[in-house]
């Protein structure tokens, strides 16, 4: 059984993503091209203030972030190479597939809270069930993401038990290195932010900030930045955790 390092598999997530934008970039950019170019016309047809525009623009970025995750998890281990964007087959559906399922799998221990904070009429209570079901769920919702990655690669035999096993004595490690992922990108979104809607607010003191198309298209970006970084972790987190650190890249 091998231990997480954490700090290296992190790196290694921002540094391949860097090193291989252009390939990043062919991979996912057409894919969320969708979703941008809908931020951009929302007031031109009317879909700002509609909920259903604006819900179907969130759910075409979600399932664009899985087909993109699944071909960087490739990329990463596989050393899968495309000039198109990635690929829609039936090997990514049934990663697709897997994404409901293994939400499923990590709300199942937190479900008597999750079901109080659904239910629940006592306003505190339902509070304290939200963070219950939260501070439960978030460990099987770490150690379960291992499992995308024999998914993506198409794993022999069970890719719940290569997942699952994989993870075994590092959760704790796996957790850090995502909340150091989390971290570092909203640095990053802060940079991004802070300038554009200092730029938008000069430019108009009565905008509203969160629905104004700038903004929606630099989250749409930063959701694609976010994709390649978490898929990037789990993939480099797999062959950690299965092979050893020797098998980590060191330049």
Known sequence: MHKLPV???????????????????????????IPIGMAVLAPVVGGAANPWYRGIETGIAYLAGLIVARAWIRHV????????????????????????????????????????????????????????????????????????????????????????????????????????????????TLLLVIPLGSIIMAADPGAALPDHPSFKVVDHLLTLLFVGLTSGLIAW?????TEGDQALPTA
Do not use: C
């Not at 921002?14 to 390939?23: A, C, E, S, T």
């Open 7 to 33: 700090y290296r598999v992190v790196g290694l997530s921002w540094r391949h993503i860097i090193r291989h934008k252009f390939d990043f970039l062919r991979l996912g950019g057409l894919w969320f091209m």
């Open 77 to 188: 281990l596989l050393h899968e190479r495309s000039r198109g964007p990635a690929k829609l087959n039936a090997s990514a559906l049934r990663y697709l597939l897997w994404n409901p399922a293994l939400i499923v799998l990590a709300a199942v221990p937190a479900a008597p809270a999750i079901a109080y904070a659904a239910f629940g009429s006592d306003a505190t209570y339902v509070g304290m069930a939200k963070i219950v079901a939260i501070l439960i769920a978030v460990p099987f919702v770490v150690r379960l993401a291992l499992v995308f990655a024999p998914v993506a690669i198409e794993h022999d035999g069970s890719k719940l038990e290569a997942g699952w096993q994989a993870g075994r004595g590092s959760w704790l490690r796996l957790l850090a290195a995502f909340v150091l992922i989390a971290v570092s990108g909203y640095v990053v």
């Open 237 to 241: 987190s797999w062959k950690a955790l």
